[in-house]
């Protein structure tokens, strides 16, 4: 590959990562978003700060595991079942980190019934929007 087009590849990778990291922050906003909503408290974008603070463990538990688990590797942004696979591996790992980290920043417990609603709602999240990216990622290479 000359030396061009490996500057082009690569910009072209960071860019899909930088997506790909946007996007999945904003699913976990949307995830806060809709749990805030059905316990009746405030989730619109006037309440963009509540919302960002419901979601600030899971956002800090999927960022702090999802590069160790490689959920960022390009061999895997464009390829609709290895995008499945890794995003389901990764949330595996960073549910219990993130419930921790909730548990600790709001000195409580979670709930059993809490802890399987997320781990539902955030894998469903964010495989529908990984998947979907790596489908559109697939038919542009």
């Known amino acids: 590959m000359a030396l061009h087009e490996q500057s082009h590849h690569s910009l072209a ?12 922050a904003l ?3 949307v995830f806060a978003a809709i749990g805030r909503a059905s316990h009746g408290e405030d989730a619109g974008l006037t309440a963009l700060a509540q919302v960002t603070e419901t979601a ?12 160790l688990i490689g959920a960022y590797r390009a061999d895997i942004t464009g390829a609709p079942q290895r995008m ?17 980290l909730r548990a600790f920043i709001r000195q409580t417990t979670i709930p059993l019934s809490f802890a399987l609603v997320t781990f539902i709602a955030v894998l469903t ?8 990216f790596a489908l559109i990622a697939a038919r542009r290479s």
């Open 56 to 67: 600030a463990p899971f956002i800090i538990g999927w960022f702090a595991v999802a590069p």
């Open 125 to 132: 999240i964010m495989t529908l929007w990984r998947s979907a």
């Open 84 to 100: 499945l696979a890794r995003t389901t591996l990764t949330w595996l790992v960073a549910w219990p980190v993130s419930l921790g």
């Open 13 to 24: 990778t960071r860019r899909r990562t930088a997506l790909l990291v946007i996007g999945d």
């Open 27 to 29: 699913a976990l906003l």
